[in-house]
């Protein structure tokens, strides 16, 4: 990631938006899946504090490939605030430090590997978050925050967006439910976990996010579509693209988390939703197409693509209790789109 003045311009703004922000000074950090999409950008965020005020908050970046950490975040491996850790969500913790907060964001999380990987989405799932709810017992971690998903919330048969306390129907015996049900079953676990040993865990459940810090590798829609249209090509869409999502940008979702994790109340859930993004997968190609005069092509999916896909046709959600800690979204869909493009190109 290029981390010039554009770029920079997010992290500042994801920083202003946070209430209670500094209370994070001189904390430690454990953020798991430090490469994707959302945990690199809550990385980049906290080290743009400790760059502007000297915060001194260590931040421990953990994932399956120290390679792919020490290669992401290069600028900073010599900083001592920063440090990789090698993280296996299907082996029991060996780390030998403590840390105040945990930051759960470690997932098989866009439809490809869902479709190809089932069993080891689900595993690692659950497996995961109890390795670092029981890491988070042992250590008196202050409080763990879980990235869960808005696939919990299963299909209902009307339109109201989705509340916290708000739950449909998920087919268990289709494979493709590995992802809803596992992260259903995570969140049951934090659940347990504060009844049986008062553990101060809370469970965000964040839209359909996008932004430029997606991976290469991220097969999700908005990833496609942003591919495409910095690559000069037609978006190609696999459906009508009639379902509607709260979509959100990246750092809309990362100033959320912060605000939960500082301002939540404990065994709580919360939804991660910008009121002014929620739209069509159609009226978001329209414009990633728009900001690149592209075109939209309709294709027919292949089956691998058809196993992968989210059927709920209304997975909007209802941000209220969200906001009632003081946090509101930053980015429309057409700003949002906009920045992802700008520095996606800045990056080429």
């Not at 703004?13 to 490469?35: A, H, P, R, W, Y």
């Not at 869409?237 to 009639?242: E, F």
């Amino acid at each position: 990631m290029e981390y010039n003045d554009k770029y920079n311009k997010n992290l500042q703004e994801t920083i202003d938006n946070v209430f209670n922000v500094d209370f994070m000074k001189n904390k430690s950090i454990l953020v798991t899946g430090s490469t994707g999409l959302i945990g690199s950008a809550i990385i980049d965020t906290l080290i743009y504090k400790n760059c502007i005020d000297n915060s001194n908050i260590h931040i421990y970046a953990a994932g399956r490939s120290k390679d792919r950490i020490q290669q992401r975040f290069s600028q900073f491996l010599d900083k001592d605030f920063f440090t990789s850790v090698l993280y296996d969500a299907n082996k029991e913790l060996d780390f030998d430090f403590d840390v105040d907060y945990i930051i759960h964001g470690a997932s098989n999380a866009h439809p490809l590997a869902y479709s190809e990987q089932p069993v080891e989405t689900m595993i690692s799932n659950f497996c995961g978050m109890n390795n670092l709810l029981k890491y988070a017992q042992e250590h008196n971690v202050l409080r763990t925050l879980y990235i869960s998903s808005s696939e919990v919330y299963g299909e209902k048969t009307d339109s109201e967006y989705y509340k916290e306390n708000d739950y449909g129907f998920v087919n268990i015996l289709n494979p493709r439910a590995c992802y809803p049900s596992s992260k259903r079953a995570s969140e049951t676990l934090c659940a347990s976990y504060k009844k049986e040993y008062d553990l101060d865990v809370l469970v965000v459940r964040p839209g359909h996010i996008y932004g430029p810090t997606m991976t290469n590798s991220d097969s999700r829609a908005s990833a496609q579509f942003a591919r495409n249209v910095i690559n000069g090509q037609d978006i190609i869409m696999k459906s009508a693209g009639l379902q509607l999502r709260s979509y959100c940008y990246v750092f809309d979702c990362v100033s959320a988390i912060l605000a939960v994790l500082l301002n939540g109340t404990s065994g709580e859930a919360y939804n991660i939703s910008n009121r002014n993004s929620v739209v069509t997968i159609r009226q978001l190609a329209e414009s990633f197409a728009n900001s690149c005069d592209r075109k939209i092509v309709f294709e027919n999916p292949d089956d691998v693509e058809i196993l992968g896909y989210n059927m709920m046709s209304c997975s909007a959600l209802d941000a209220s209790k969200l906001e009632n800690l003081g946090w509101q979204g930053l980015y429309d869909i057409d700003e949002g789109v906009g920045r992802t493009i700008e520095i996606l190109k800045e990056n080429q």
